[in-house]
C-alpha cells in the first residue's frame, strides 16, 4: 500500500509559478514511477508528467512541456512538479499518482494509488 498527499497548490497570476508536491510513504515506495495528473472542472483527469523509478526519465505532456518540471528527491519519496509561466487553463485538480514499471506512463488506470489532489487556480 502506498499513501501519497499533494501540497502546494494556490491561486497565482497568469505568467506566475508554483512548486506542488508529493509525499509518498508506504511499502517500496522508491520502486514506483510517479506521475502529475489534472482535472479541470466539466473535464476529464489528463495526464500532465511522468518521472521514471531507476532511470529517472522524464515525460510531459504537449501541453506543459517547456513550462513544468517533475522530479523527484534523492530518497525517491517525494516528487515535485515545478509550473512555470502559468495559463489559466492549467487551472485544475493536481493529482500525484503512483504505478508499477514504465511502460504506459500517460495512461490513467495504470496507475495503482492516488492522492488526495489540491487545487490550482491561475487567474488572467
Known amino acids: 500500500q502506498v499513501q501519497l498527499v499533494e501540497s502546494g497548490g494556490g491561486l497565482v497570476q497568469a505568467g506566475g509559478s508554483l512548486r506542488l508536491s508529493c509525499a509518498a510513504s508506504g511499502r517500496a515506495v522508491s520502486s514506483y514511477s510517479m506521475g502529475w495528473f489534472r482535472q479541470a472542472p466539466g473535464k476529464e483527469r489528463e495526464f500532465v508528467a511522468n518521472i521514471g523509478t531507476i532511470s529517472g526519465t522524464t515525460y510531459y505532456a504537449d501541453s506543459v512541456k517547456g513550462r513544468f518540471t517533475i522530479s523527484r528527491d534523492n530518497t525517491k519519496t517525494t516528487v515535485y512538479l515545478q509550473m512555470n509561466s502559468l495559463k489559466p487553463e492549467d487551472t485544475a485538480v493536481y493529482y500525484c499518482?503512483?504505478?508499477?514499471?514504465?511502460?504506459?506512463?500517460?495512461?490513467?488506470?495504470?496507475?495503482?494509488?492516488w492522492g488526495q489532489g489540491t487545487q490550482v487556480t491561475v487567474s488572467s
Open positions: 499518482a503512483a504505478k508499477r514499471g514504465a511502460d504506459r506512463y500517460n495512461f490513467l488506470p495504470e496507475y495503482a494509488y
